[in-house]
């Protein structure tokens, strides 16, 4: 199955900066969604686009998608310290099945 | 209050020795799934289940069984564990809008 890949790896952020991460994939997807884990603890949904979206807005949070680069990006407006978490995007290749193929996380600190 | 909830939190077993991890979810939700998840590989499906008596295999099945006799519990089984199942386990349901909810994680260690 495809896998997400988010880029970079790891990001280091002053609080009130804003927070950039990017993911790709590889096949068609139905769907693509975004994570959020703090340490050690359960995956939390943070926010869904589909696949006939370009741009998706939830709170401080703007989410972008091109389907033609197959690649999707998170972006965190006046990052906070409690925003230091990996963020995961996963996608979802068919519909109806809820299979989603998770990329390896992208971790984030927000230092106040 | 909606949830998923998994036991154990925390288990310290040695090789070959039976064991299941329990997962309950109260959302009526008709898909399951379980990962686990280790450093540098992200999550990795286990198994998941559209329904109940429906289940299939995700990418890393080996080493692992699982059931689906009703619709809110999922119980991870490893008949065998060996230390290569050492990881971070995570119980996900979710209904057809696909959000999935995640339980709170189970660290296993086998020895």
């Known amino acids: 199955s495809q896998q997400g890949e988010e880029d970079p790896q790891a990001l280091s952020i002053q609080e009130g900066e804003n927070a950039t991460m990017n993911c790709s994939y590889k096949?068609?997807?139905?769907?693509l969604q975004w994570y959020r884990q703090n340490s050690g603890r359960g995956l939390v949904h943070l926010i869904l686009i589909r696949s006939n979206e370009r741009e998706k807005h939830s709170g401080r949070l703007r989410v972008t998608l091109d389907t033609s680069k197959k690649s999707s990006s998170l972006l965190i407006t006046a990052s906070r310290a409690a925003d230091t978490a990996s963020y995961f995007c996963a996608t979802d290749e068919w519909y109806g099945n809820n299979r989603l193929a998770f990329g390896k996380g992208n971790q984030v600190v927000v230092i106040p | 209050e909606a949830q998923v909830t998994q036991n154990p939190r925390y288990l310290i077993t040695v090789t070959g020795k039976k064991l299941t991890v329990t997962c309950s979810q109260n959302?009526?939700?008709?898909?399951m799934s379980w990962y686990r998840q280790d450093p540098g590989l992200g999550l990795r499906q286990i198994y998941y289940?559209?329904?109940?008596?429906?289940?299939d295999k995700g990418d890393v099945p080996e080493g692992y069984k699982v059931s689906r006799k009703e619709k809110r519990n999922f119980p991870l089984i490893l008949e065998s564990p060996s230390p290569n199942q050492t990881s971070l386990y995570f119980c996900?349901?979710?209904?057809?809008?696909?959000?999935?909810?995640f339980g709170p994680g189970t660290r296993l260690t086998v020895l």
């Open positions: 289940s559209m329904n109940v008596e429906v289940t």
């Open positions: 096949t068609s997807i139905n769907n």
């Open positions: 959302m009526n939700h008709e898909y």
């Open positions: 996900a349901s979710s209904s057809g809008n696909n959000e999935q909810f």
